[in-house]
Structures are given as structure tokens and as C-alpha cells.
């Protein structure tokens, strides 16, 4: 599934108070970006007990109960978790990862809220939440008539949001302010082999790791954990952002003409981190349209330029780093034409000749 339109964790919130009660909802998304949480806490909110029911693991009887004769006829039984006398929110988690067999009992639960004789109480409410199939999760093709019996809604990582989560929710400051710096390393598209790979969950996963370790985690330990949480580039540039943190370098101060780069051999790692962070800066706050660019943007870019200098007579490979394309992302045409051209000169004024 590729809708055309996605939402995040607060337009979905909207989507499950406007639409959820009158239609059953089916929510779409990559795996560890927070569609079970959402569900508990819209259920929450709406003051309903959340009963989750998880698609890869349940047989057509588990929904639709076993029969048993009552007065010379057979009668299905649904199971206790599902037949409630109180409204509540039914989520059924990884319903595409059903089979077909599994996918047909849930019809007439879904678009009539009903099984056998039995139906959900008044006021109760049905979301289901899968992964796409190019998330390489377990997957079964959801059959049409099963699909036209939702509305769907296709759920994507905000990193702004997830930072407010986190403010409130104790999640280490290593981990925050890591993504405060690079939030376009919150979500990584899942590997095709298998291998750990950056989501919201895993973030979270790291920092409950780190506080469990406390303040005396060494470097060896926090590459560990980071390896075993996230995308690896995510994790080796992580464990370079604390060493950097650990031995004050900071990429204001770079900026701000008070700290120069690292040049030792051993905090290449913790170079390579800061070039990157610097180059995600300059994603950020230069304009595509030089028309546009503003006075405090001038000045950035020239100091730019300065910088790109100073950290080729460090390593000519990380330079090429922080102005080389990366999954997508290119660094504005017009600074990179300015780049080439002025840095000879400032290389020239730098070295006095």
C-alpha cells in the first residue's frame, strides 16, 4: 500500500477521533514508528480499554469462537477477550499478516462489528495497522473485499513530534539531542538483510540502554548498544556524536570562530561527525534560490567556505563528504558553484600567499 498522502502521529490522532467511530480504520506503516502507541493512547483518550489482538499469530477460530449445541443447535462461541458487554477499542495489530483464512473471519467483525450472533457493544471502535510490503515485514497480500471494508491512512516518522514526546517521556539527552542535531536519522528504511535499523522505537530502545548503564558507560559499551538498536552509519556516527560531547567539541563554537576542528588521528570519527552535522546545517538553513537567501544565511555561507578550507588541510576526504549528495539531499546549487570557485582564493588568503 502507497497512499498518496501521509499523516503524522497528531493529524492521525484526528484522523482515529473523526473517523474511528463511525468507520473502522486501518493505519499503514513502517515498522517501530509508533502505531501500536498511537492506538493505546487514542483509546485512552476516548476512555476506552484497548484489547489487541496480533494478525500473525491468531487461527479463524480464535475470531469467531468455537460452536457448541445449545438447545439441539449449533452456536458459535466467540472468544472472552473479544465478546465484552462494555465498549471498547479493538486493534487488531498486523491484520495483513493474516492468512486469507484468518482475513475472512474478520469480515463481518469489521464492517458489521458482529460475529456469529454476537455484537460489539455500543460505542466500541476497530483499528487495524500493518506494515507495506517494501518494509520487508511478514506480509500477505489483504484481500479486496477486506480492504474496502476500511478507511486507510498511511502513518510517517515526524521528528518534530517524537522530540516533544521525548521531552516528556525521559528519553536520554545523548539520544535527544542526537536527534535534535540529525532528525532525519530517526527513521531508516529497512534493511533487506538483517540487520538492526533506526526507528522511533529503536531510539527509545537505546536510550532505555543507556540509562540503565548510567553516566559510566565507556565508548566500547555505547558502540555496542548503539549497534545493536540501530541503522549501522546511524550507530558509528552516534557513538562519534558522545565522544565529540565527551571532549567538548561543539559545532556552534566551530561555527562561531571559538574551537577549530579535530585534527588528531584518533578523533577522526568524532571529525567525520561534526562534518556531517555541518553539512545537515547548511541542508537546513541555505536556501535553494540564492534570491532568497537572507542576511544571516550570507554570512553562514561565507563562513562555510572558510570552514570547507581549514577542513580540507585536515582531510581532503571528509570535505568531499560534507558537500557530496546523500540519500537524496544535495547542498544548494548556487553554494556549491560558489564553493568551487572562491575556496582556491580563501585557501590562498589562508596560507598567506
Not at 10 to 20: A, G, H, T
Not at 126 to 144: E, F, L
Not at 161 to 188: F, K, M, N, T
Not at 189 to 207: A, D, I, Y
Amino acid at each position: 500500500m502507497n497512499l498518496p498522502v501521509s499523516v503524522d502521529q497528531k493529524q492521525l490522532m484526528d484522523v482515529l477521533l473523526n473517523v474511528s467511530t463511525v468507520r473502522p480504520v486501518f493505519i499503514w506503516g513502517a515498522p517501530g514508528i509508533g502505531k501500536s502507541a498511537i492506538v493505546e493512547q487514542f483509546a485512552s483518550d476516548v476512555g476506552l480499554e484497548c484489547v489487541s489482538l496480533l494478525g500473525s499469530q491468531l487461527a479463524p477460530e480464535d475470531i469467531i469462537g468455537v460452536p457448541q449445541i445449545v438447545e439441539g443447535r449449533s452456536v458459535f462461541c466467540p472468544p472472552r477477550m473479544i465478546a465484552r458487554e462494555e465498549p471498547y477499542c479493538l486493534f487488531l495489530d498486523e491484520l495483513n499478516a493474516c492468512s486469507q483464512e484468518v482475513q475472512k473471519a474478520f469480515y463481518s467483525l469489521i464492517l458489521e462489528r458482529r460475529i456469529g450472533e454476537y455484537r460489539l457493544p455500543e460505542g466500541s471502535i476497530v483499528v487495524g495497522a500493518g506494515n507495506r510490503a517494501q518494509d520487508n515485514a511478514i506480509t500477505k497480500p489483504m484481500s479486496s473485499a477486506l480492504l474496502n471494508r476500511m478507511f486507510h491512512v498511511e502513518l510517517r516518522a515526524d521528528s518534530r513530534l517524537w522530540l516533544e514526546w521525548a521531552a516528556a517521556h525521559g528519553i536520554h539527552p545523548w539520544v535527544y539531542d542526537y536527534i535534535c542535531a540529525r532528525p532525519d536519522q530517526l527513521w531508516s528504511q529497512p534493511s533487506k538483510t538483517e540487520e538492526p535499523f533506526s526507528t522511533p522505537r529503536s531510539w527509545h530502545m537505546l536510550s532505555d540502554a543507556l540509562n540503565s548503564c548510567g553516566s559510566g558507560v565507556t565508548e566500547q559499551e555505547i558502540a555496542i548498544l548503539a549497534n545493536g538498536c540501530l541503522t549501522a552509519a546511524h550507530a558509528t556516527q552516534f557513538a562519534a556524536y558522545v565522544r565529540q560531547v565527551r571532549s567538548q567539541y561543539s559545532l556552534k563554537r566551530i561555527l562561531n570562530g571559538e574551537q577549530r576542528w579535530p585534527d588528531r588521528p584518533e578523533e577522526r570519527d568524532v571529525l567525520y561527525f561534526l562534518a556531517q552535522s555541518f553539512r545537515a546545517q547548511l541542508l537546513k538553513e541555505l536556501p535553494k534560490n540564492r534570491g532568497k537567501l537572507s542576511g544571516e544565511a550570507q554570512a553562514l555561507a561565507l563562513r562555510a567556505k572558510e570552514l570547507l578550507v581549514e577542513l580540507a588541510d585536515i582531510s581532503p576526504e571528509v570535505v568531499q563528504m560534507a558537500i557530496t549528495p546523500e540519500n537524496g539531499e544535495t547542498l544548494p546549487g548556487w553554494f556549491v558553484v560558489e564553493a568551487v570557485r572562491d575556496i582556491p582564493a580563501l585557501a590562498k588568503r589562508r596560507n598567506g600567499t
